[in-house]
């Protein structure tokens, strides 16, 4: 069974930086690409951030390009995301989600992640 744990959220004035990880268990990690996504209350779950197993492939959602960057330590089992400049309209909870199937990564879309984590607070105060 899957299990993913993130860590690193918190309280941050606008313009402060956050690194998020997330630790992946259960299933062999470098061969599953990893996402991360974001619901603000009221609002629905969205993209945010998807890495391949390898590393070789990154994408970004429009709203954090240039100001994101997703990585991954396959050794550690660990997906980090690294986030700079960070604004009040990025306060939200944040997930992290394993892809459904080893050596796969086609698109961002939700239902493509089959694992989740339990999510990690992250507040921007302006």
């Known amino acids: 069974q899957v299990q993913l744990v993130e860590s690193g959220g918190g309280l941050v004035q606008a313009g402060g930086s956050l690194r998020l990880s997330c630790a992946v268990s259960?299933?062999?990690?470098?061969?599953?690409?990893m996402g991360w996504f974001r619901q603000a209350p009221g609002k629905e779950r969205q993209f945010v951030a998807a890495?391949?197993?390898?590393?070789?492939?990154?994408d970004y959602a429009d709203s954090v390009k240039g100001r994101f960057t997703i990585s991954r330590d396959n050794a550690k089992n660990t997906v980090y995301l690294q986030m700079n400049s960070l604004k009040p309209e990025d306060t939200a909870v944040y997930y992290c989600?394993?892809?459904?199937?080893?050596?796969?990564?086609?698109?961002?879309?939700?239902?493509?992640?089959?694992?989740w984590g339990q999510g990690t607070q992250v507040t921007v105060s302006s």
């Open positions: 259960g299933r062999t990690f470098s061969s599953y690409a």
């Open positions: 890495i391949s197993w390898s590393g070789s492939r990154t």
């Open positions: 989600a394993a892809y459904s199937r080893p050596y796969y990564y086609r698109t961002t879309n939700l239902p493509d992640f089959d694992s």
